[in-house]
DNA sequence: TGTCAAAATAAAAACGTTTTTATTTTTCTT
DNA sequence: AAGAAAAATAAAAACGTTTTTATTTTGACA
């Protein structure tokens, strides 16, 4: 029967001009009612916000950005390095991006995400996002020593909170590990254990928080008057091939480690892989200890002590921070170093047991 | 000296009135010209592109999206369930997001990344989403057997493309994994090798993939002419948690499993973690197959046999389509079910050896 | 009750585009 | 060389806001 049924046309979304209709006040009033500015009368306010909630107004976006000229997305710089074969990567991003986009919830604010291949190209992304207004807050990680987005958001006065501190003597807000701290209680800890010939499977020195974890490690061994192990210090990516490798290399070693310093659970997960094919015990032929971010390591065959400092906590404090930044709080004001806490899992009896 | 440095005043963005004074155009033809519009004459295009890269000119975002009624934005949703302690979630995330980046790269559109926490979650932010134009597009994944989002989506003829396909006949743009064939060929190995009890870790019914699954399992069965081992069937999230609990659950059962079909690189690692535990050996005491995206499971202790598709490429797809579908593309041409590779790696000489 | 200040609201401009419509210029035809 | 058609460009409107400026209304005071 019904010819030709035409789809029912959606009724245009509500504006400040329907509001204007509806009420009778002009969209100069609506608009300043609705974000509640004291020049309008209560009274009426109170009228234009039942009208907005009877229509179902929703401010649109693209007009708001155009007109003030924000964007309102907050972005995150991710960095997946993944090579074929090296997917394990970055797996820790998924509770960053859980952390930041939980403090975002109820904001203006969405979270974009801009995927990064290295550090030229996280330093292209940044200046496209300042550049091209992509965003109006950053918030990126894998700090270098002397990280070029640094200076240029500090000096267009971008708003942004970086996970890491480069190792310049600039102000601007920040959420970290305490690394060095983290190293040394880790080493420290070894060293009381027994252990003489420590490997420390570290990222590239490039990068601050490697920087801040040799010191850690060698402040350990001067503290205990010993000579650090400073030629079981590997540096490589974070992926779980290279704990592996750097396992199977040392270990051949005229003077093999006894014990190692993983930096993430990626690389420890390789370690534990090295060390398994090779067929050594952990916890018996060898200690491992760990930093683990997304407390994966109680899984582990077997299950690893670790520096456990869960890092959706930071992605939270990240976004929260970005959240006052963009605000124009003072960056001093936005610092957050955290300390990671021991979990013992080994049967761990170090104490003169090896070596 | 220098009395009071006032900052240096940065020139604003160059716009198409910045190209139309410089050229001596109207806005009109400049904007014309700028998006190839062949009513205007090729050589004032060439000198006006000429202007617009001596300037750097960029259009502004902001007034296309105003004008254009876009967002430039494809959304992403990422269901991360992370309660305290099962953090090692979503972890496969990290490499949809690059896959999707990837995709995106070149093109005009930005990805913003949604976070969900549970299904009810997921289907509000696909309809705020909807409703507001946050995004032109959307991807989404975990896929109920009937899922409320793409109906929505596909009664707004909102673009889209799941990962997974909901058991509804609707015509959608669609990224899948065939579990149904990746559960019957683990299971169909695991009975070839003698194995008669043979327990699936699996995901809760009301994802559509679960079902698939099922339906595979019990198909190896059927085919070999044996009863399933029904009773083996755990069904639970995907939490590394569950993985290693189920273990420990199943392996204290009047007749036990000899073999194990797991669900992602989460599960197996739980699984693995359980097996440990109570001292039970893979390849040699017990069997496991799995599935895994993200390639981990050559890292695990001993390596596991796997069903492996690298999901970075699932992403890739998904991005692909998406840009297919927000140009107006016929969701029928866009759909694609990978079936993943078998990747041999335990000294695996099912065939008799076990029950 | 008329004046003036304060309060409330309205009008208009602007943000940077795209698109529709109008105008001018060029080219072709005869 | 005139006229018409086609090509090229310009003008103007619109997208939905916010903000600045202008106008109207109210209230206080004498």
Redesign the interface.
């Known amino acids: 029967m019904a010819a030709h049924m035409h789809k029912t046309r959606r009724a245009p979304?509500p504006t400040i001009k329907t509001l204007a209709e509806i009420t009778g006040y002009s969209i100069a009033t609506i608009s300043k009612a609705l974000r509640e500015s004291p020049v309008v009368a209560p009274v009426t306010r109170d009228l234009i916000f039942k009208a907005a909630r009877d229509v179902g107004y929703?401010a649109?976006?693209?007009?708001m950005?155009?007109r003030t000229?924000k964007?309102f997305?907050a972005a995150v710089l991710?960095p997946?390095t993944?090579a074929?074969?090296y997917?394990?990567?970055?797996?820790e991003?998924?509770?960053i991006?859980?952390g930041v986009?939980?403090a975002l919830d109820g904001t203006d604010y969405?979270?974009?995400?801009?995927?990064i291949r290295d550090a030229a190209d996280g330093a292209e992304a940044a200046r496209r996002i300042v550049?091209?207004?992509?965003a109006d807050g950053l918030i990126f990680s894998g700090i270098l020593a002397d990280d070029p987005r640094i200076d240029l958001l500090v000096d267009h006065h971008f708003p942004f909170v970086s996970m890491g501190r480069c190792r310049k003597d600039l102000d601007y807000a920040h959420v970290d590990i305490d690394n060095e701290w983290a190293a040394h209680a880790a080493t420290a800890r070894l060293i009381a254990g027994g252990h003489r010939r420590i490997a420390l499977v570290n990222p590239e020195r490039r990068f601050s928080y490697a920087m801040d974890r040799l010191d850690g490690f060698a402040r350990a061994f001067r503290e205990a008057g010993i000579a650090a192990s400073a030629d079981l210090i590997v540096e490589g990516d974070l992926s779980?091939h290279f704990g592996?490798q750097s396992v199977i290399d040392l270990l051949q070693a005229a003077e093999p480690p006894t014990a190692f310093v993983c930096i993430n659970e990626s690389t420890t997960?390789?370690v534990?892989?090295g060390l398994?094919s090779l067929g050594r015990q952990v916890g018996v032929d060898v200690d491992v200890i760990a930093y683990d971010d997304?407390?994966?390591s109680?899984?582990?065959?077997?299950?690893i002590t670790t520096f456990y400092q869960?890092i959706?906590v930071l992605g939270r404090t990240l976004g929260q921070f970005l959240l006052k930044r963009m605000e124009g709080e003072d960056p001093k004001a936005l610092r957050q170093v955290f300390r990671p806490t021991l979990i013992e899992r080994q049967p761990d009896n170090l104490g003169g047991r090896l070596v």
């Open positions: 979304a929703q649109n976006a693209r007009g950005a155009l000229g964007s997305q991710m997946v993944a074929r074969d997917e394990w990567d970055g797996v991003y998924t509770q991006l859980s986009s939980q969405r979270m974009s995400v801009h995927v550049d091209q207004g992509l779980t592996r997960l390789g534990l892989s398994g997304i407390n994966v109680a899984y582990f065959t077997p299950p869960p959706e």
